[in-house]
């Protein structure tokens, strides 16, 4: 079963307005990151939020992690048509021993409208 | 710097016949993974290598092979290509194997009729 998963599913919103995304999971974690997909290309990493983090910044991009509600949100402020893509959150499992797994969730569509 | 460098780009396949994907990455990263793209089903792991010489099984290895017998280079082989293995392959490196980012190439859009 997927470990992350990102809520909504799509979203649309006008240029300059800000973009909330939210990702749940399931079990503890070492570390959550958020990664972006444009169509038709290769993953590409945002930004990574550690464990004992409660909060990152990186540019227009806001990270936080709540694992007391094992949930993280990824804001992107004063958004442009060129952050349309897609968005998805990805899990280390606190597994323990040399078990390493990164788990993706299904990902957000995020449309930016000019 | 290339970073990482997956070929081909396209592929169609007829069931039963076999290929080879190839992940070349240039930032010397010791830890290399292959994963599946299908819609509304994220990414999941098929294989990935701790380093040179070592590969270990995802969450989904079934039907597929690794080799990593360069520290560049990670091969995925589908021996017996099946419909259901028609997907996009994204191969990636890390520096380290926790707290730290994947590199992806581009993808191989593999279609098996």
């Known amino acids: 079963s997927q470990q992350g998963e990102e809520d909504p599913q799509a979203l649309s919103i006008q240029e300059g307005e800000n973009a909330t995304m939210n990702c749940s999971y399931k079990t503890s974690i070492n570390n959550l990151q958020w990664y972006r997909q444009n169509s038709g290309r290769g993953l590409v990493h945002l930004i990574l939020?550690?464990?004992?983090?409660r909060e990152k910044h990186s540019g227009r991009l806001r990270v936080t992690l709540d694992t007391s509600k094992k949930s993280s949100s990824l804001l992107i402020t004063a958004s442009r048509a060129a952050d349309t893509a897609s968005y998805f959150c990805?899990?280390?499992?606190?597994?323990?021993?040399?078990?390493?797994?990164?788990?993706f969730g299904k990902g957000t569509l995020l449309t930016v409208n000019p | 710097n290339a970073g990482v460098t997956q070929t081909p780009k396209f592929r169609v396949l007829k069931t039963g016949q076999s290929m080879t994907l190839l992940c070349a990455q240039d930032?010397?990263?010791?830890?290399m993974y292959w994963y599946r793209q299908d819609p509304g089903m994220g990414l999941r792991l098929i294989h990935y290598?701790?380093?040179?010489?070592?590969?270990a099984k995802g969450e989904v290895p079934d039907g597929y092979n690794v080799s990593r017998l360069k520290k560049q280079n990670f091969l995925l082989g589908l021996e017996s290509a099946a419909p259901s293995q028609t997907s996009v392959y994204f191969c990636a490196s890390s520096y380290l194997q926790r707290n730290s980012p994947l590199h992806f190439g581009n993808g191989t859009r593999l279609t098996v009729t």
């Open positions: 290598s701790v380093g040179e010489g070592t590969t």
């Open positions: 990805a899990t280390d499992l606190n597994s323990g021993g040399s078990n390493y797994k990164l788990t």
């Open positions: 930032m010397n990263h010791e830890y």
């Open positions: 939020i550690r464990s004992n983090e």
